[in-house]
């Protein structure tokens, strides 16, 4: 199975889960053979997984509760009912700049809770966050909520832009498919809709979206990673986000977090073209990337996603700023660069946290500029 492959500087690179307990090294063996550069990542991934995501006592979640409201912290991966009670939380104790707005529901009943901040400026720009559209990148909400939780006890780190900006924030677009990466596949990637069961199961929400959907990169069988669904929007988690955000003209920037990688993406997605102010998305990228590496976050990789990463058509960013006219575009594919991969060890989430904050400032600087 292949996790992920990228092209840069002429060369291919791809990260290769083999599933048959004994055959990596086989696999390791065929692959040298063949003339290509071998790393091992993880000889166990069942043992890294079961590490992970070191459970938290039911004493240190009831003090938790008692002290600060609500079961969310930094220090590991939370279950979806912990994420939506920590936006709750938020909502019901800082009302002047919190509200929660459910924007629809799951495939299977879940809300999709988005959180409003208001800067408490009327026609301020507003800038879109979301996460967890994909099952198995659990350091996406961590790291959407990480940034949350920023904005109440540490607002200067997003700058003065930062409360200057209204927030339109979605940590987990695909509910059913975190609940289930927790409960019985930990990398499951796609939603629970579609028609098969299952593999075949699920959409990739990712492949969903409205703009060139169907094309490159995206695949029309039911079984594959990439299935694009039935039709454009056919999914609850995308038309509710088509939805609300073709619904608020404000929106000056699309954020959408995933992993891993360390890349900033900007369209186009669909294949390796850009638009017409690629320069300016790329100086955009390029002072996010910095600002990242200043706050110790390591090197992140700039680029139009099609030429940077793969063509992937039905992308949430594509659609963001071909459909909606929405200038700043991102797809950020936080930590790491392969060694962990989506089993990213929970001590990485605060780190991982602080890139996405990092990243958010120049967007919310960026949008204030325009
Ligand atoms: O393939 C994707 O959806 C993203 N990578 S991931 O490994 N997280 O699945 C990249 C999406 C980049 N944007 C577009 N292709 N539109
Ligand atoms: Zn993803």
């Known amino acids: 199975m292949v996790w992920s492959d990228a092209q840069a500087n002429g060369t291919v690179s791809l990260d290769v889960l083999v599933k048959r307990p004994g055959a990596a090294e086989a696999t390791r063996r065929r692959l040298l053979e063949a003339g290509a550069a071998v790393e091992v990542a993880a000889d166990d991934l069942q043992r890294a997984i079961d590490e992970e995501n070191p459970p938290m006592s039911d004493e240190d979640l009831d003090e938790l509760m008692g002290r600060n409201g609500h079961r969310m912290e930094w220090q590991s991966y939370h279950r979806l009912a912990d994420i939506h ?3 709750d939380f938020l909502a019901a104790t800082y009302p002047q700049r919190f509200s929660v707005q459910t924007i629809g529901s799951s495939v299977q009943g879940r809300p999709l809770k988005v959180v409003r901040v208001s800067s408490g400026k009327p026609g301020a720009p507003a800038i879109w966050v979301d996460g967890g559209i994909h099952a198995r990148e659990w350091i996406s909400p961590a790291s959407v909520t990480y940034f949350l939780n920023t904005l109440v006890e540490q607002p200067e780190a997003l700058g003065a832009a930062g409360s200057s900006v209204d927030w339109f924030v979605l940590p ?7 609940e289930f990466s927790h409960s019985s596949d930990r990398l499951w990637r796609k939603n629970r809709g579609g028609s098969g069961s299952g593999r075949c199961a699920g959409v990739d929400l990712n492949r969903n979206f409205g703009y060139r959907w169907g094309g490159q990169g995206a695949s029309r069988r039911p079984c594959d990673e990439t299935y694009a669904g039935p039709s454009k ?5 995308t038309s509710a986000i088509r939805n609300f955000v073709s619904a608020n003209r404000n929106i000056k920037a699309y954020v959408s977090f995933h992993s891993y990688g360390q890349y900033v993406l900007y369209p186009w997605g669909y294949a390796a073209v850009v638009p017409p102010d690629h320069e300016e998305l790329k100086r955009v990228g390029q002072r996010i990337a910095s600002a990242i590496a200043r706050g110790g976050g390591g090197s992140y990789t700039v680029g139009p996603a099609g030429a940077t990463l793969y063509p992937a058509s039905g992308g949430s960013d594509d659609w963001a700023k ?5 200038k700043y575009a991102y797809t950020v594919e936080l930590r790491d660069r392969g060694r962990h991969g989506f089993v990213l ?9 602080r890139d996405a904050v990092a990243a958010l400032a120049v967007v919310a600087e960026a949008v204030t500029k325009l």
């Open 345 to 353: 060890p929970a001590q990485y989430i605060v780190p991982t946290g």
């Open 233 to 237: 929007f056919s999914e609850p988690e």
């Open 85 to 87: 009670q920590f936006l």
């Open 172 to 178: 987990v677009v695909n509910p059913d498919g975190y």
């Open 322 to 326: 071909g459909s909606q006219g929405i």
